[in-house]
């Protein structure tokens, strides 16, 4: 049961990261905001996986990385699903929406940038307990601490005030894009690490 959990949010998450991307190209609010909910409720199931096949000297390491994820998830729940009904169907005053809108610079981007940052950080911890047994496995290993990155980036971006509303957005979208590209050779080479087990 654990190696299909770990298959299926894998490919899930790689689904959804491609829907991601689809809808950045599209500029449709609606597939991005649907897109990134589900991704974070498959990635959250991809690090439990992770987290039951770590090694008992690592188990706390990969448990904490799950914790991270939740909070990643939770945070950009709360964006998206505020953007989906709130703010889609107007059901509040306009001051309210106003300030719930989600664009660079407001508040609930801040708390999507950060929800990002704490992936970033759980794929990291993640990547910190996987003992791989080949190539495949270490390049798997590679692409995971590498995420870890953008957990300052995202975290310090906001804190200096790089995001501001109007403008140009075509730079945030192709980094995004460029996200994405990242992103799902991970879930891809997750989904055939979780395949070959035997448990």
Not at 36 to 64: D, F, H, N, P
Not at 156 to 185: H, R
Request: aromatic fraction near 14%.
């Amino acid at each position: 049961m654990n190696r299909k959990m770990g298959m299926v949010s894998s490919l899930t998450a790689f689904g959804c990261t491609f829907l991601f991307f689809c809808g950045l190209v599209s500029r449709s609010g609606a597939l991005n905001f649907l897109s990134c909910l589900l991704l974070s409720w498959a990635y959250v199931g991809v690090a439990c996986v992770y987290a039951q096949y770590a090694k008992e000297e690592r188990r706390a390491v990969a448990v904490c990385g799950v914790a991270i994820a939740i909070i990643y998830s939770v945070f950009t729940n709360l964006v998206y699903y505020t953007q989906l009904t709130t703010v889609a169907h107007q059901a509040a005053d306009q001051s309210l929406l106003k300030v719930l809108t989600f664009e660079p610079g407001s508040w609930l981007f801040g708390f999507d940038i950060l929800g990002y940052g704490l992936m970033a950080l759980s794929t990291f911890l993640i990547g910190l307990t996987l003992e791989p047994k080949n190539a495949r496995d270490r390049a798997l290993k590679i692409l995971l601490l590498l995420h870890g990155v953008f957990f300052p980036i995202c975290v310090i971006a906001p804190l200096l005030g790089l995001f501001k509303a109007g403008g140009d957005d075509t730079a945030g979208v192709l980094g995004l894009m460029g996200w994405c590209i990242y992103f799902a050779p991970i879930m891809i080479l997750s989904f055939l690490h979780f395949r070959v087990r035997s448990v």
